[in-house]
């Protein structure tokens, strides 16, 4: 088994700047690293194979879409057993409007970020999907009044031991 190459310079600004805008055509990308278009599709390409880009996505303006309240939910379980975290995972992938969860150390077990239409809506969500898990045993809202930040890029560390 070969050794995997490693992230250089050039892997690092080309995935720096695909998080700022992943619709750049490669023409432009090339132009911003300066390699020629071949060899930075070529890249790309072993970026996306190896998996260090795992997809690109449209970011929605949650506003416009009628998406106003975005809360952190902290869970606690009833049971810490592998069957109780299976079943609180399984239940929650089905619902849409959380739209991540994170299992956490502390004083919580979970903790979820949801987004709804509005309080009502949350509310109801909370009462008819979340607290009807069975393993739930408790939860906490956090509602969002701002946001000062919410990037969705990641640095890129220059460690030389990162591989792809």
């Known amino acids: 088994m070969t050794a995997s190459p490693k992230l250089d310079k050039v892997d690092r600004k080309i995935l720096e700047i695909l998080q700022r805008n992943a619709k750049i055509t490669n023409a432009q990308l090339s132009k911003e690293i300066g390699l020629s278009p071949a060899p930075t599709l070529e890249r790309v390409k072993k970026l996306e194979q190896s998996g260090v880009i795992d997809s690109y996505h449209a970011k929605l303006n949650t506003s ?22 299976k079943t609180f995972i399984n239940a929650i992938n089905k619902i849409d409007e959380v739209i991540e969860c994170h299992h956490v150390t502390g004083s919580s077990d979970f903790i979820l970020r949801v987004i709804a239409k509005d309080i009502a809506s949350y509310q109801q969500l909370m009462l008819d999907k979340v607290n009807e898990v069975p393993v739930v045993d408790s939860l906490q809202s956090l509602v969002i009044l701002s946001t000062f930040k919410d990037s969705k890029t990641l640095p890129v560390p220059e460690d030389e031991k990162l591989k792809i």
């Open 64 to 85: 416009k879409i009628g998406l106003g309240i975005s809360t952190f939910v902290q869970i606690k379980l009833t049971g810490h057993d592998k069957e109780s975290i």
